[in-house]
């Protein structure tokens, strides 16, 4: 019902910066909470952020709390990842993610609509 395509993602040095984005199609997209997700080799699929379907409340993990920020364009459909300050530990292929619930959820299965993913790599 609900199509994401990320995009945006590529080879970085520590230290810089990436905007991912995430375009959203199908069903009405101002009334789910978006949510970016990330996950590297070897690892489970780790929560990073989300927006609520009014883009006035959000929520960030600590791993990336004050380097990465979340924001929306309900008018583009779009809702997009500020990078800055990256890692090589941030690493990972990156996913947005659509959730009907109410609040801020930050568990992977309260997540029903999924993108197909965008490298990120980040060199030292």
């Known amino acids: 019902q609900v199509q994401l395509v990320e995009s945006g993602g590529g080879l970085v040095q520590a230290g810089g910066s990436l905007r991912l984005s995430c375009a959203a199609s199908?069903?009405?997209?101002?009334?789910?909470?978006m949510g970016w997700f990330r996950q590297a080799p070897g690892k489970e699929r780790g929560f990073l952020t989300a927006v609520n379907w009014s883009g006035s409340s959000t929520y960030y993990a600590d791993s990336v709390k004050g380097r990465f920020t979340i924001s929306r364009d309900n008018a583009k459909n779009t809702v997009y990842l500020q990078m800055n300050s990256l890692k090589p530990d941030d690493t990972a292929v990156y996913y947005c993610?659509?959730?009907?619930?109410?609040?801020?959820?930050?568990?992977?299965?309260?997540?029903?609509?999924w993108g197909q993913g965008t490298q990120v790599t980040v060199s030292s």
């Open positions: 993610a659509a959730s009907q619930d109410y609040g801020l959820p930050t568990l992977p299965t309260r997540y029903v609509y």
């Open positions: 199908g069903r009405t997209f101002s009334r789910y909470a």
